[in-house]
């Protein structure tokens, strides 16, 4: 379970995240949504502490997450975003396998796992195990970015716009076919994305966020049958 408490981010004089506070039970999905500069990278970067935050804690099954080494916290939460962030020198296996061997698995394990994650995200191991990611098109790079991180099985995942670079067809398809993942159904998610339509497919709740701060916390149905203010009708375009 992730409980976030009053947290708070200021860039200079740019209040970016304030007073944020929320939960996420196990295997629920929670997504940020809202525009361009809102303050959602900004609150999930805060979880898995690639940004401290100013003010308040996240919790992580009760623990507070500053008292948690950052690569320790980070191993337990997969990471997807936009731009995939694969590492341009090493084939889609060895990027797939990063986790697994920082954890010391056995070879054949790792190999095991990988092909049977590719397999699973419409990639083969005979055709793409090799490859390099400039090799691959932007729907397989975000493939191969969703297998890495699910290859320790992670019980927690937090994606940044994870199908925001692509076009909207693959986009689509790439988000059915990962909802219908047993992986996504098992899993703690926290996702972020400006799309209204996308939120409502992949969310258990939806937290909308404007200015730094959240506007409403509910279920898709809640937020459509009761939209909290004038922002949130418009967003929502009720
Ligand atoms: N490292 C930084 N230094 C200075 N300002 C920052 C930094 N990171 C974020 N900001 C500012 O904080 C605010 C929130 O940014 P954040 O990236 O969290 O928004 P976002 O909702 O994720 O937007 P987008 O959808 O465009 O990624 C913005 O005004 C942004 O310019």
Not at 131 to 152: F, I, K, N
Not at 158 to 174: K, Q, S, V
Not at 202 to 231: H, S
């Amino acid at each position: 379970m992730i409980e976030v408490r009053n947290l708070g981010k200021t860039f200079g004089n740019v209040h970016a995240v304030q007073q944020i506070s929320f939960t996420v039970a196990e295997g629920e999905n929670l997504i940020l949504l809202g525009t361009s500069g809102c303050g959602k990278t900004t609150t999930l970067k805060m979880i898995n502490r690639l940004l401290d935050p100013d003010e308040g804690t996240v919790l992580l099954n009760g623990t507070d997450t500053a008292t948690i080494p950052p690569a320790r916290l980070r191993r337990g939460m997969g990471y997807v975003l936009q731009h995939t962030g694969l590492f341009p020198h090493y084939t889609v296996a060895e990027n797939i396998a990063v986790v697994p061997r920082l954890q010391h698995w056995k070879k054949e394990d790792v190999r095991a796992r990988a092909a049977a994650l590719m397999q699973k995200l419409g990639l083969t191991w005979q055709e793409h195990a090799h490859m390099y990611p400039h090799q691959l098109s932007g729907g397989q790079q975000q493939r191969v970015g969703l297998a890495r991180a699910l290859a320790a099985d992670p019980p927690v995942l937090l994606m940044d716009e994870p199908f925001g670079a692509l076009d909207p067809i693959t986009r689509n398809r790439i988000r059915q076919e990962f909802s219908e993942l047993e992986e996504f159904r098992k899993k703690t998610i926290i996702m972020v994305t400006h799309d209204v339509q996308e939120a409502f497919a992949l969310a258990t709740r939806v937290c909308l966020m404007d200015k730094g701060r959240i506007v409403q916390m509910g279920t898709p149905e809640e937020l459509q049958q009761r939209p909290a203010n004038e922002f949130v009708r418009a967003f929502l375009k009720l």
